[in-house]
């Protein structure tokens, strides 16, 4: 069975840091894309950021390039995003999400059948 578990997440006053960390278990984790996506109650699921199979295949989304950093540790079947100079306009539900197709752009349009799997989600709340 495939799970992918968000943790990390939590409430951060305006330029604060957050670490996400999603533990991958039932896949093959390096042969994987993986990403990060961010969710608002009445708004559609958009991207954070994603990493293909090689370290040389990552995206952002515009709002969070030099904020935000995607990494993964394939020992650990872990995948990270540290956020930094967080705010308001960051806050959301954070998913991680798997796929094997490994299309970037058709990962990047946040949809969720873009992705394999699924993981149940971690919030993250940025005061002002």
């Known amino acids: 069975q495939v799970q992918l578990a968000e943790s990390g997440g939590g409430s951060v006053h305006a330029g604060g840091s957050l670490k996400l960390s999603c533990v991958v278990s039932?896949?093959?984790?390096?042969?994987?894309?993986l990403g990060w996506f961010r969710q608002v109650p009445g708004m559609e699921r958009e991207l954070g950021a994603i990493?293909?199979?090689?370290?040389?295949?990552?995206t952002y989304a515009d709002s969070v390039k030099g904020r935000f950093t995607i990494s993964k540790d394939n020992s650990r079947n872990t995948l990270f995003l540290e956020m930094n100079d967080l705010t308001p306009a960051d806050s959301g539900m954070y998913y991680c999400?798997?796929?094997?197709?490994?299309?970037?752009?058709?990962?990047?349009?946040?949809?969720?059948?873009?992705?394999?799997?699924w993981g149940k989600g971690t919030g993250v709340i940025v005061a002002s």
């Open positions: 039932g896949l093959a984790f390096a042969e994987y894309c």
């Open positions: 990493a293909g199979i090689d370290s040389d295949s990552i």
């Open positions: 999400a798997a796929d094997r197709r490994c299309s970037m752009q058709q990962m990047a349009s946040g949809d969720y059948y873009a992705m394999d799997y």
